[in-house]
């Protein structure tokens, strides 16, 4: 999140931007905006391995993904819930 918040300070988005504005507005930002997330210190080996982790109970199964490399393969109904509510996450049907 903390690269996002420096995103939105640096070139003074509204709160009611898209992803998808950003991406077409800012393209070679977004891209070094995901590269950043999935590099060392990025949201990818930090943030996201804790979301299948619970307090009190440790790892959760099913797990929400899969990580392949730079990407996230979302499992079972997934998909459909984050679809539901794309002005916050970006899904990509593969």
Do not use: W
Request: aromatic content about 8%; charged content about 25%.
């Amino acid at each position: 999140m903390r690269f996002i918040r420096e995103e939105v300070a640096a070139l003074s988005l509204a709160s009611n931007s898209t992803v998808e504005d950003y991406r077409c507005k800012h393209l070679e930002r977004y891209k070094s905006l995901a590269l950043r997330c999935c590099g060392l210190g990025g949201c990818f080996d930090e943030v996201v391995p804790r979301f299948h982790n619970v307090r009190g109970i440790g790892t959760v199964e099913p797990k929400l993904f899969v990580q392949a490399g730079n990407e996230l393969h979302l499992q079972g109904e997934v998909g459909d819930f984050l679809s539901s509510r794309h002005r916050i996450v970006e899904v990509s049907h593969d």
